[in-house]
């Protein structure tokens, strides 16, 4: 998910320091060379002016005209300045906000339906689990610490370039236990209440509805029937051996700085059953905001 705007991060930075490279060296220098410029000239016409006073030489009305001409035309930015000057404070100010405050993304997959469908236009938090420097992603200052059931962005472990979002359902030191599409959480059984099935408009599939209780954080999941319980071909990811799987699902523990990420569509989702722990480094922030669906204007507001 959102592999160009994990790029989008490092060409807004470098955009900004090279407008900003630009605005500091105009304000400071070359506009100072412009205001020399535009002295020496306007010394240069005044002494034209006077001398021709003195030999008598009437000049019209112009003068004054003239003079403001060339001072304008002197001072003047050129353009590959002035843009960048106009550019530098919209770039720096959209930099600060996206690496700092609120990032947005886009659902491009129906891993997280019924709680986030494709098409939503989502915001995450990026102080809520810690202030993190741009593009390196290192954390400076820490905030708060995931939670279950938040619903988090995080970079994919196996391509950093590439954006996911799951819920945590697993933080460090948890026991996860996977069985017959039933979660249990450190020897506690997670409780569901059945809902009315859901439509898949797309694909005319109706699948089973839940109201899942991940430890007081209740929402919306999906399991189909026809999936098997067990996890098809998992990777060798890091700490693999952390985890055990059998024809009835899996288990496993969240080793320390790691979390265990799964999608709400749970039979319809590559998660942390297939590739891994996610590390506290690769976090991005938490999503908590739909503010435009463009397919359905309703889908506005927070969710949980």
Known sequence: MQALLGN??????????VTGVIWFADTFFLSKQRRARADAALAEFDAAVARDQAQGVKRDGTVATARADLQARHLKQPAWIEYSGSFFPVIALVFCLRSFL????KIPSSSMVPTLLVGDLILVNKFTYGIR???INKKIIEVNQPQRGDVMVFKYPKDMSVDYIKRVVGVPGDKIVYKNKRLTVNGEQISYKALPDYLDEENLTYYKQWQENLTGVEHKILTDERAPNFVPNPDAFPHHELCTYNAEGFACTVPPGEYFMMGDNRDNSLDSRYWGFVPDQNIVGKAFFVWMNLGDIKRIGSFH
């Open 102 to 105: 609120y990032e947005p993304f």
């Open 8 to 17: 989008f991060a490092l060409i807004l930075f470098v955009l900004m320091l």
């Open 133 to 135: 420097l741009p593009i």
